[in-house]
C-alpha cells in the first residue's frame, strides 16, 4: 500500500511539471480618459525591449505612458461625446539595445537615426458607439532626432512625438470636417 502511495505521488507530481507555463496574454488593455488602447501581441512587437528593468514592469509603464499622453494631446480636439480607440499591432521604439558586456549587469539602448520609432496601429472614433473616423496607420519618423523637441530626457519622447504629431496633422482635420 504504501508503494502504491508513493506510486501515485511521483505521477503527480509530474504531471504538474509537464504542465504547459500559463501563456503570455495575447491582449494588453490600457486606458486613460478618452483613449483606449489595445496592444495585440506586444510579445511579437519589432522592439520594446527593455534596457535595464524587469521588462513586465517596462511594458506596463510604456503601454501607460503612451496611452496618457495620447489622451492628453487628443482630449484637446475630441468632443466630449467622442472616444479614440486603437489597437497596436506592431510597436519599434527608437534606437536598439545592446549589450554592455560586463561593464553593467544592464544592457543600453543606442538612438542613432538609423533606427526610427515605428508604430502600426489601426483606430476609430466614435461617437455613442457610432464610428465617425477610423482607418489603419503605419507611421515611421526617419528624422526624428532632427527636430526640436521639448523636454527631450522624458520617455519614450520619440515615441510620443510621432503619435502627436499623427493625431495633430491627420486625425484632428479629419474630425473638423
Sequence with gaps: ?????YAFTGLFLL???ASKP???????????????????????????KSSGELQSRFEKRLF???TKDIDKTASKFLRPDQKLELK???L????????TFGATSDDIRIVKGIYPPRIKFSYKVTVHGNIVSSGTQNLSDLAFQDRIVRDLDRPFVYEKNLINR????????QLAK
Design 15 to 17: 504531471a504538474g511539471c
Design 64 to 66: 501607460d505612458s503612451l
Design 92 to 99: 519599434d521604439l527608437a534606437g536598439d539595445v545592446r549589450p
Design 166 to 173: 499623427w493625431l495633430t496633422r491627420t486625425l484632428k482635420p
Design 88 to 90: 497596436v499591432t506592431n
Design 1 to 5: 500500500m504504501k508503494h502504491l502511495i
Design 22 to 48: 500559463a501563456p503570455e496574454p495575447t491582449m494588453v488593455t490600457t486606458t486613460s480618459g478618452k483613449v483606449t488602447i489595445n496592444w495585440k501581441e506586444p510579445s511579437k512587437f519589432t522592439d520594446i
